[in-house]
């Protein structure tokens, strides 16, 4: 098997999500055979899963804590994992792709081992205790209310930056 023939399992818990802003790179990766859809799925552990700034998601690797995150997974190709990778972040310090054990549903008990995209350790127990160490299990329309497009932020500073401004204001937006 070549290295293009290579496939990762992707666990996506906010954006990429159907109905949500960011799905349209998903929706593209589909067509061209790069992601396949595989279902709806869960953390089998709990993890932290809170709104940053601009009510952008993050899934905190502070495994314990939380609630078991919904989401959806997908085969995707090792192209798509790239294309991922750079809309993620993962050079900047933004997220982190990292394992994650998952389970389709509620009922069904074959834990699957995929990845996700957490928030970069370097900010997440600080994101987490701003958000009062609560957290949600699955972001929805109520949590993406007030969602900003990336194109839509502030240009003149970072998303660490910005990341940064959000934990320390320690106010709820």
Same mark, same amino acid.
């Given at each position: ?13 906010? %954006? ?54 919904? +989401? ?7 192209? +798509? ?6 809309? =993620? ?19 069904? %008990? ?30 929805? =329309? ?27 204001? +320690?106010?709820?937006?």
């Amino acid at each position: 098997m070549g290295v293009e023939d290579r496939k990762s399992v992707i666990f996506t818990y906010g %954006t990429l999500k159907h109905g949500f802003s960011n799905h349209s790179l998903i929706q593209e990766m589909v067509r061209t055979g790069d992601a396949v859809y595989l279902g709806v799925y869960r953390t089998v552990e709990k993890y932290p899963m809170v709104c940053g700034p601009y009510r952008v998601p993050f899934l905190l690797n502070l495994p314990g804590s939380g609630e078991r995150v919904w +989401g959806e997974l997908y085969e995707v190709s090792v192209y +798509g994992v790239g294309r991922m990778d750079e809309l =993620e972040g993962t050079s900047r310090g933004h997220y982190e792709r990292l394992p994650v054990e998952v389970v389709r549903g509620v009922e069904n %008990t074959v834990v699957v081992g995929a990845e996700a995209y957490y928030g970069h350790r370097s900010y997440a127990e600080e994101l987490w205790k701003r958000n009062g160490e609560k957290g949600f299990s699955v972001y929805s =329309e109520k949590e993406a209310k007030g969602y900003l497009k990336r194109k839509d932020r502030p240009q003149n500073i970072t998303f660490l930056e910005q990341i940064r401004i959000f934990v320390a204001s +320690g106010m709820n937006e």
